[in-house]
């Protein structure tokens, strides 16, 4: 099993920024890829960033945090970051950690979420 914890949220005023920590434990050579998802109450949970594990290939974004949003990895810590700027209210939402294998099929595994809150 992988276990995913979420931190760094918190409450920030609109054009603040924030940097959310991911740290993956337990069979971690299961996963070759993380991300981060964000929902908002009432609606569906989106997809936000992901990075690769491996140097194989690069990393994505949601056009809506492009240019704002950077992920990041450290690999020897099993963490991954999501360094987020210029925050709106748009950006208020419970972020998830995400962690998949290679295969589409395979498992997948997911943190319990960090609140993020953006005042205007």
């Known amino acids: 099993q992988v276990q995913l914890v979420e931190s760094g949220g918190g409450l920030v005023q609109a054009g603040g920024s924030l940097r959310l920590s991911c740290a993956a434990s337990g069979s971690t050579f299961r996963i070759n890829t993380m991300g981060w998802y964000r929902q908002a109450p009432g609606k569906q949970r989106r997809f936000v960033a992901r990075?690769?594990?491996?140097?194989?290939?690069?990393?994505a974004y949601a056009e809506s945090v492009l240019g704002r949003f950077t992920i990041s990895r450290d690999n020897a810590k099993n963490t991954v970051y999501l360094q987020m700027n210029a925050l709106n209210p748009e950006d208020t939402a419970v972020y998830y950690c995400?962690?998949?294998?290679?295969?589409?099929?395979?498992?997948?595994?997911w943190g319990r979420g960090t609140q993020v809150t953006v005042s205007s």
């Open positions: 990075i690769p594990l491996s140097s194989g290939g690069g990393t």
């Open positions: 995400h962690a998949m294998s290679g295969s589409a099929s395979g498992p997948e595994y």
